[in-house]
């Protein structure tokens, strides 16, 4: 996928986080939900939700980024140095890579804060 794509994707998912949240704001202060209501079941379900577009946006960050700075250097003139004509003909092994360290850490992350008491 290219750079436009990506950034669909990382400014829709940061759209939807923003928007999620100024909903629940907006349904918490009108009433017409409360915690009585929700109580933990709906607490957890909606935690999951955010946590699972906070992943996405993570995963979905990094290629957009990427992608820019090549862009970028090869706008600025910088498209002849050894490092950026490395990084444009490798820039999927490197998104792979950086997703892979991404996807450990969250791995190590998620059995610690469930053991704190993030879905509780």
Request: contains cysteine; positive net charge.
């Given at each position: ?92 092994q490197?998104?792979y ?24």
């Amino acid at each position: 996928m290219g750079l436009k794509a990506w950034a669909i994707i990382c400014a829709s998912t940061f759209a939807l986080i923003i928007a999620a949240a100024i909903a629940g704001n907006l349904l918490e202060s009108s009433g017409a939900l409360s915690e009585d209501a929700v109580r933990y079941k709906g607490q957890n379900m909606v935690q999951f939700a955010f946590f699972i577009l906070f992943l996405l946006l993570c995963f979905t960050i990094i290629p957009f980024v990427i992608k820019l700075f090549i862009f970028l250097q090869i706008k600025m003139g910088h498209g002849e140095f050894f490092m950026i004509r490395w990084l444009q003909a490798h820039q999927q092994q490197v998104i792979y890579v950086l997703w892979g360290l991404l996807f450990i850490g969250t791995c190590f992350a998620i059995p610690a804060a469930i053991k704190d008491g993030l879905f509780k």
